[in-house]
Structure formats: structure tokens, C-alpha cells
């Protein structure tokens, strides 16, 4: 069917270590996936996207790698800050409606 | 603003009451979104408009629920004689592609209705 799993539920780094947050998909058409993040009383904020016929794209300290092979799909922060304690979404556009995950909390100390 | 705006950002009714919530998309986006997000839990489509058409009411969990963009801007989304299991985060979000998609979708900060 389709939908979007993660691995973990909780992610607990420290400050200035890089954080990866991962996810699955099951087999479908989708051709679109973006990573939000999501802090406490807000809606979902965009993070980055990656089109299936790319493996990896890169934005300011974020980087997202798409292994279609094993439809595996990840999310890379590099030197985690504290303002990056949130949860954090995968998302497949399926005929133009976003299909989410259940999310990964980041937890991010001193 | 330049973000997607949705009101009463909580909302608090009792069994049986009717509620309205209301989104202003960001100025120019062809699509509009609705989603419910439970406690805990991803995002969950709803329905989806291009310009003033509705598009995909799939979602839709029954016909107590019904939303509207009568002039292709501003929507609402109307729930009639609500229960408690509508309590939710009810989220929209634009983009400004029509049908093809593959644009991001921009959110707002939801309305929390909380149903007694």
C-alpha cells in the first residue's frame, strides 16, 4: 500500500554531532519526497525535497539521500543546534496529496 | 502575512455544535490543502482544491465534513454536529502548482479543535 514508516520514534543528539533520521516507503509511483519539521504548536515547515531521479541533494546543512533500490530514504543535519529539536516528517506526494509518516522526535542536548 | 494564515487558532466546542475554521493561503497559490494531524501522529490529507474547483474530497472521514473556496482564495472547513473523535490539529496548506504537482506544499499553524 502506500506509505511511509520510520525506524525510530525518538532521536537524542548532542549539540555540534550530526543527526540522521531515517525512513521507508513502500512501493509506489511517487516520484516526490520532502522532509518537514515540525515544533510543538506550529505547522510543518518545509525542509528540502528530492525528485526520484535524483540519489542526493543538498541544502544549508541539510542533505537528503534517496536509495530507491531498497526505497529507503534519509535525512542528514550536520552539526545539530538546538534550535533543531522538533519532530521530523518524511513525505511522499502521491496525485498532488502528501502522504506523511508518523515522524522522528529530535532531541538535541548540551 | 506572507504564510498561509488559519483561524481561530483554537477552537473549543461541545458535542453536537457545528465549527468552521478558516484558511488564507499565501497570495497566488493555485492549490489549497486541508489535513488532520492527531496527537502523535503524521498529517492526514483531507481535501484538496485547484483555484475555486474541488478536486479530491477523499479524506473526508464522513459528510459532516465539508469545505468550500467559493472564490478560489480563502477556504473553510466546516465540521456539522462534531464529536469527540474529531478532536484534531486541522492544517492547511498551498502551493502554487495546479495539477502535476511537484512543488512544496507551505503550511500554516493549524486550529486545535478540542470537542467536549
Known amino acids: 500500500g502506500e506509505s511511509v514508516g520510520l525506524h525510530l520514534p525518538t532521536l537524542s543528539v548532542q549539540e555540534g554531532d550530526n543527526s540522521i533520521i531515517n525512513c521507508a516507503y513502500s512501493?509506489?509511483?511517487?516520484?516526490?519526497f520532502i522532509w518537514y519539521k515540525q515544533e510543538s504548536g506550529k505547522g510543518p515547515q518545509f525542509i528540502i525535497d528530492i525528485r526520484s531521479n535524483m540519489d542526493k541533494r543538498q541544502g544549508q546543512r541539510v542533505t537528503v539521500l534517496l536509495n530507491k533500490t531498497v526505497k529507503h530514504l534519509s535525512l542528514q543535519i550536520a552539526a545539530t543546534q538546538p534550535g533543531d529539536s522538533a519532530v521530523y516528517f518524511c513525505?511522499?506526494?502521491?496525485?498532488?496529496?502528501?502522504?506523511f509518516g508518523t515522524g522522528t522526535r529530535l532531541q538535541v542536548f548540551p | 502575512g506572507a504564510g498561509v494564515s488559519q483561524s481561530p487558532r483554537y477552537k473549543v466546542a461541545k458535542r453536537g455544535q457545528d465549527v468552521a475554521l478558516r484558511c488564507d493561503p499565501i497570495s497566488g497559490h493555485v492549490s489549497l490543502f486541508w489535513y488532520q494531524q492527531a496527537l502523535g501522529q503524521g498529517p492526514e490529507f483531507l481535501t484538496y482544491f485547484q483555484n475555486e474547483a474541488q478536486l479530491d474530497k477523499s479524506g473526508l472521514p464522513s459528510d459532516r465534513f465539508f469545505a468550500e473556496r467559493p472564490e478560489g482564495s480563502v477556504s473553510t472547513l466546516k465540521i456539522q454536529r462534531t464529536q469527540q473523535e474529531d478532536s484534531a490539529v486541522y492544517l492547511c496548506a498551498s502551493s502554487p502548482a495546479g495539477t502535476g504537482g511537484g512543488q512544496p506544499q507551505h503550511f500554516g499553524d493549524g486550529t486545535r479543535l478540542s470537542i467536549l
Open positions: 513525505a511522499r506526494l502521491i496525485t498532488l496529496k502528501l502522504i
Open positions: 512501493n509506489s509511483a511517487s516520484d516526490y
